[in-house]
């Protein structure tokens, strides 16, 4: 158990368009979802946290405005990039904790984004 | 603030080598250590974890001890199969993994038969 998806696995836009990443887990309810930026041989950076039902928390230096998180349900947590560029291009990966308080987090396996 | 160093890859193995995949962390507290695994294709898998000083974590033949004195958590398995080609990488969280996870930038590993 305890998987995520992610949707979609790679997509390609002009810039700036708006693109959204869902990001589900599948069979299991997830009270905190995490999202993760990762340029190419570098490390996950985590951008934001999203618990169900409230704002998300972003960390230093990501543009909540230009990265718009929902986490509308359990199931569910959705990343927008609004009016991408070519420097939003880049691996965007989700995790999510379980409702029953575990403390690991299960990984999305990523969404490539490319902007034009 | 908190940062996770662990060595550059790729790393290239015959089937049966030993393999060590180094890692180093700097943090104020005492932070829990995390070895995960992303397989081709796949998100990224909790491969073993240790939360205080001295513990071991192990798991499908990997172990990692948690060494506070060298702010180390090495990865290593005696024997390595071809299955285990991936990207490995080492984790902290100053709150279990709960919340924020810190990474290193992932080692390659290829193991050839």
């Known amino acids: 158990g305890a998987v995520v998806s992610q949707h979609p696995s790679w997509v390609i836009c ?17 009270t905190t979802m995490f999202w993760y930026r990762q340029f190419p041989k570098q490390s996950l950076m985590l951008m934001a946290t999203s618990n169900e039902g409230s704002k998300a928390t972003y960390e230093q230096g990501v543009e909540k405005d230009k990265f718009l998180i929902n986490h509308a349900s359990l199931t569910l947590s959705t990343l927008t990039v609004t009016s991408a560029h070519p420097e939003d291009s880049s691996f965007y990966i989700c995790s ?3 409702a029953s308080g575990s403390d690991t987090q299960y990984f999305g396996p990523g969404t490539r984004l490319t902007v034009l | 603030g908190d940062s996770v160093t662990q060595m550059e890859g790729p790393v290239t193995l015959s089937e ?3 393999l060590t995949i180094n890692c180093t962390y700097t943090a104020t507290g005492y932070p829990s250590l995390f070895w995960y695994v992303q397989y081709p294709g796949e998100g990224l898998q909790l491969l073993l974890k240790a939360t205080k000083a001295d513990d071991k974590g192990s798991n499908k033949g990997f172990e990692a001890t948690y060494r506070k004195e060298t702010t180390s958590f090495h990865l290593e398995k005696g024997s390595v199969q ?14 279990g993994g709960s919340e924020k996870l810190v990474f290193g930038k992932g080692t390659k590993l290829t ?3």
């Open chain 1, 14 to 30: 002009k810039s700036g368009t708006s693109v959204k990443i869902e990001c589900r887990s599948l069979d299991f309810q997830a």
């Open chain 1, 96 to 98: 999510a904790t379980r």
């Open chain 2, 16 to 18: 049966e080598a030993f």
């Open chain 2, 82 to 95: 071809v299955s285990d080609s991936a990207v490995y990488f080492c984790a902290l969280s100053d709150q």
């Open chain 2, 111 to 113: 193991v050839n038969p």
